[in-house]
């Protein structure tokens, strides 16, 4: 059987996605920057805030704690950043419901609302290439890109647990 990587047209198409992915987050970073200086978010802010809402559309609000431990944050800066959210009205702290000792960090109204009308621009500019896609070729693209994110987020995780100070990735 012949090796898939040793076809030229597939190394090709293969090139060409990477860099797409770059252009990608290239441009997605400068939309969020743009998003960060109008806000006057910094990056560990606006990295803090979309932790806060990733956590909370997938059902699970998180915690000072998570937010320390996903940003690789001591405690006390965690902190300090979610005060400073939370002084802009980007998000709000509740006790959990279930267990009342822990406090949850939920999005807040104020900054739903400001997201949303900064975003909702790009929302439809989306919609609009999903429009022309099938069902099946959107399932390719989200398993494709579910599987990038877990693949980057695993070798991110990989590189704050081997973190020297180098500036050298592991196995260089």
Avoid: C
């Amino acid at each position: 059987m012949r090796n898939m990587t040793d076809d030229p047209d597939r190394a090709r198409l293969r090139a060409l996605a990477v860099e797409d992915i770059q252009r990608l987050i290239t441009e997605g970073r400068r939309i969020t920057q743009y998003f960060s200086a109008r806000q006057g978010l910094s990056q560990t802010d606006l990295d803090a805030l979309l932790h806060v809402l990733h956590e909370e559309n997938a059902g699970s609000p998180t915690s000072a704690g998570r937010i320390a431990e996903r940003l690789g944050l001591t405690s006390g800066a965690a902190t300090g950043v979610i005060d400073r959210l939370e002084r802009q009205g980007h998000v709000v702290r509740k006790r959990d419901e279930q267990d009342r000792r822990m406090v949850r960090v939920h999005y807040g109204d104020q900054g739903m609302a400001v997201a949303r009308q900064f975003f909702t621009p790009l929302a439809r500019m989306s919609d609009a290439v999903f429009d022309d896609l099938d069902e099946d070729e959107l399932v390719v693209v989200e398993r494709f890109l579910a599987r990038m994110s877990d693949a980057m987020g695993a070798y991110a995780t990989e590189l704050a647990e081997t973190d020297d100070g180098s500036g050298v990735a592991p196995g260089e």
